[in-house]
């Protein structure tokens, strides 16, 4: 399982799991209260992940998922004040959005598996690249900020 650490994209994970929700989609029609989540999801969705890519790009890191070692900046202003993950944060509001839309119970073994995913081959890869590369900065940092929010 080591082999796939930082191998898959998290987008294509992201996608792969909408289509899987999708396929278990149920019938509910949506309420009041669902659109009114979706739409939150989807703006917080987007302020995470857009606020994350300009901040790398302001700082001048790579925004690549699976070249976390060509990392040369520390970034922790702006939306990595609340999460150390905005991206995947942002892709799990977009995920859950979606889950709102489709309804049903299954649809929301997709989110699920996108935590599970990232957790296990994207994020615990890269936080051992960074605490070697930044390390007690690093330390720092992940006692201030929670790893999904």
Known sequence: MVNL???VPPPLIFMLCAGSMWWLR???ELGGWAIVLLAVLILVG???GFGAL??????????????PHHTRHLVTGGVYRVSRNPMYLGLLCWLAAWGCYLG????????IVLVAWLTRFQILPEERLLRARFGEEYARYCQQVRRWC
């Open 5 to 7: 650490e930082l191998r």
């Open 26 to 28: 149920g019938t509910g």
């Open 46 to 48: 987007a302020i995470m």
């Open 54 to 67: 300009l901040r790398f790009r302001r700082h001048q890191t790579t925004v690549s998922p699976t070249r």
């Open 104 to 111: 049903g119970v299954w649809v929301w073994a997709g989110p």
